[in-house]
């Protein structure tokens, strides 16, 4: 947009400018040709005195004319010295008195006639005419070798030409300055949207900007707080209902839990229905399939209600306000091995720690609730026996990783499971594929990306959160 605003306004402001200095020049010749016709008249009046100024007709001993030209003629002649000249000239077109240089033959009528002649680097201004003598009738011829046309076109590039070049060389720098001067509250505005995260929606300062952009700041915010109100509103209700949600499932569970240690107090699938002695009165029986089918989906949905709450926690605009805090990432990462060592321990997986000390800025509530997604999903996805192990450390950034063996994402749909909802096809976990978009929310807080990689001998999947340098 600035871009195209500098080329319009250097455009419209130096296209005038070239078009005033093609006018100067008009301008200039013209006078130069007013001038010119001026003189024209002062030759012509000239011819009959230089006519009259033939007093004798030579002998045979010395053919040339005897001349006593008027004091009008010796003023034009005298007062351009090397700048004029004049010649009376036979009907032969020999020269019989004056500059050798003006012989030729007569003009064709007895009408002034006007030709340019250069002469030793000179151009003048030359009239013939025929006129009557003493001596017969004669062609007096008057050169003048400061005609302001000739003058003109011979220091048309001095006088026109690289003035208005100077001019229009620096009207452009200045113009540019100004132009750029000008726009400078346009681009200022442009890079402080440019520098913002997406999620920060606060109004701009009308008053920094110019009277002529203050109408765009006050649409910009008008926009701002519209979609912060409805992100809000939906972030608010995401949490109200997740929020909500939990009381009944949290019931709901404890009341299936019970009723799946009755039918199956070891953990086997097996298809007995509960006793009728053990049975609540008047209790529906149920099949032990049906419960433990039951338990786990009111499991699931307790998860789910869980992870839109983190989502929503996560996705809120406050996360970007509140006050950043001093993290110690090893602590973090011991704490999140004591409370996943017994969903690792119940599939035999060798969860370990591969840490050194290292401390970041940060949300310390967001850090856990990215972590703990990344180990779920590693321990949820790798194979009994498998192994996954928690990092952190400094690699010229600090960062957080963790890494698994299990049967990893394909290439191309590595950024996809970073989207809400979405699964790789044929996967066998049950899951919402909430997980690693709610850890992906959180490292845009943090103003990262994660890094989704294969294991060590390209299998399994690595996840690497590396935090931006202070």
Known sequence: MSKGLQRRLLLLLLLPLFLLAMLNAWFDFRSADSAALQQDRQLVRMVPLLADSVVAKGDLASPALVLLTAPPVDEFLNSRPGMSAMAVVGMDGVVRAGADWLYGMPPSTKEPAFSSQEFEGVTYRIVSQRVQTVAGELVVRLA???????????????????????????????????????????????????????????ALDPDASPDEVRPLVESLNRLFGLVNAQAESQARFVADAAHQLRTPLAGLQAQVEAWAQVVDPHGSKGKAAIA???????????????????????????????????????????????????????????TLLESQLDAAMAKQIDLGLDVSPVHVSGQEWLLRELMTNLVDNAIKYTQEGGRVTIRCGQQGQAFLEVEDDGPGVPSGERYRVLERFYRVAGTAVEGNGLGLAIASEIAHVHRSQLELQAGAGGKGL???LRFPLA
Do not use: M, Y
């Open 144 to 202: 003048d070798g400061s005609d302001p046309r000739q003058q003109w076109l011979r220091l048309l590039a001095l006088k026109v030409l690289l003035p208005n070049l100077i001019l229009a060389f620096a009207g452009f720098f200045a113009v540019r300055w100004a132009v750029g001067t000008a726009l400078r509250p346009l681009l200022t505005l442009r890079e402080a949207l440019e520098r913002r995260s997406p999620r920060d929606l606060s």
């Open 276 to 334: 009728p002695e053990r049975a609540a009165p008047n209790a529906i029986t149920l099949g032990a399939d049906q419960v433990l089918r039951l338990r786990h989906a009111a499991r699931r949905t307790s998860q789910l209600a869980n992870q839109l709450l983190a989502l929503s926690r996560a996705d809120s605009r406050s996360a970007n306000i509140q006050p950043l805090q001093r993290v110690d990432l090893l602590q973090l990462c011991e």
């Open 462 to 464: 690595r996840v690497t």
